[in-house]
């Protein structure tokens, strides 16, 4: 996987500049919770950046993101963890590009961002959880070690691919052509429509599911 190894050690790592972003922030016991508002203007591309947690990503009703993120104490036994009052989100707005992170990994996150109409939208998450509802665009999504699901629209997309190393693929669809290779512990399932867009998912360990209506 492009991002497999690179995740699994739950290493981030954001190019160009990189702005800490004026957020709200509310606490609960040892939780922190990140909020903030940006203005789509001449943003085509959105890059979420995730570690340890999940991840859910819809459609915003207005021409801004709205980005939600507590963050918690990352189970282990290590004697020099980061508090979540460490934790700030990490914004870089490159050219028409958007990345959103926080600014360290040793958290545990829930993300929940609503994202305005994109081009492409690329998706990564170490280990965790990751669902996407009802966005129409160029999807990348990585996942070192859990889950995705994608809920979309079949007459959106030309090309759809899932693929998990060790676990199970599946893309649902009434129209298109399904292609479906297994192997002995991978799975890869090809999706074939009349649209503009294009879904890749891949996950290193665990289910890849992608439902077209």
């Known amino acids: 996987m492009k991002l497999l190894n690179r995740r699994l050690a739950l290493i981030s790592t954001v190019t160009g500049l990189t702005l800490i972003a004026a957020s709200s922030a509310a606490y609960a016991g040892n939780d922190k919770v990140l909020t903030q508002k940006i203005a789509v203007d001449n943003i085509k591309e959105f890059v979420i950046d995730a570690h340890v947690g999940t991840v859910k990503l819809s459609a915003s009703n207005d021409n801004q993101f709205h980005i ?36 360290e990994d040793d958290f545990g996150e829930e993300w929940r961002i609503e994202v305005p109409n994109m081009e492409k939208i690329d998706a990564d998450l170490g280990v965790g959880e990751m669902t996407i509802k009802g966005l129409q665009a160029n999807l990348s999504v990585d996942v070192g070690v859990g889950e995705v699901s994608v809920y979309s629209m079949a007459d959106s997309y030309a090309t759809v691919r899932a693929e998990s190393g060790v676990g199970a693929a599946n893309v649902h669809s009434d129209s298109g052509k399904v292609d479906q290779n297994r192997s002995m512990v991978s799975e890869t399932v090809s999706w074939v429509g009349k649209g503009d867009y294009a879904i890749s998912v891949e996950v290193g360990v665990g289910d890849a599911s992608i439902k077209l209506n």
């Open 68 to 103: 939600y993120v507590k963050v918690s104490e990352k189970d282990g036994w290590a004697m020099f963890k980061s508090s979540p009052d460490d934790a700030k989100l990490k914004i870089d707005n490159t050219g028409d590009r958007l990345t959103v992170s926080l600014n």
